[in-house]
């Protein structure tokens, strides 16, 4: 059998708001996702997630398709949630990625192992001083695997702008790597100054 579109599911739930849920069946995993890696909270997350479907149901007669998938719709409603959370909290945003950062198996050695997670964690901490809208393009190219075309639907920018701003946020991560590399190389030479005048 084959499935019904997402205009399809859109149309029947305006008639019957029940059937809105084969379109949360259908997203809340990726959105949950998204909002779980803005917030790094599950309760967050769950709360979030919900808040983002009942208003997207509530505003289900007045949604237009204006040619962007109705993911792109759903996660405005989440992004803006999530940038009203923070808010509320008046904290920096921190993104949690660590499934972005874990996309290769760990090895078998252990020593590779804890070299692999001592990388991750500085990667981790160098996408944390990224700017949130950066922070939330690496979710979405890494975490949710989308193109460009999505995420710039997402995020309401062209596909141009979206490949600018990859660009932009790979160069300061790099630079913030390299930053996190020379701090760790000089704590280390200071290390062994210490071990070996001792």
Known sequence: MCEES????????????EAFGALYERYVKRIYNYIYYRTNNHHEAEDLTARTFLQALKNLA????????????????????????????SRKSIVSIEHVANVI??????????EKKEHREVLLQAVRQLAPDRQQLLILKFGDQMS????????????????????????ELREKLISADSETNRTLREDERWTTSG
């Open 148 to 171: 460009n075309t999505e995420i710039g639907a997402v995020m309401e920018r062209t596909e141009g702008a979206i490949k600018s701003l990859y660009h932009r946020t790979l160069v």
């Open 62 to 89: 007045r949604y237009k398709d204006r040619g962007a998938p109705y993911s792109a719709y759903l996660y405005r409603i989440a992004h803006n949630l999530v940038a009203n959370w923070y808010r509320a909290r």
């Open 105 to 114: 198996q760990e090895p078998d050695c252990p020593v590779a192992r804890a």
């Open 6 to 17: 997402d205009a399809v599911l859109i149309a029947r739930a305006k008639e019957d708001p």
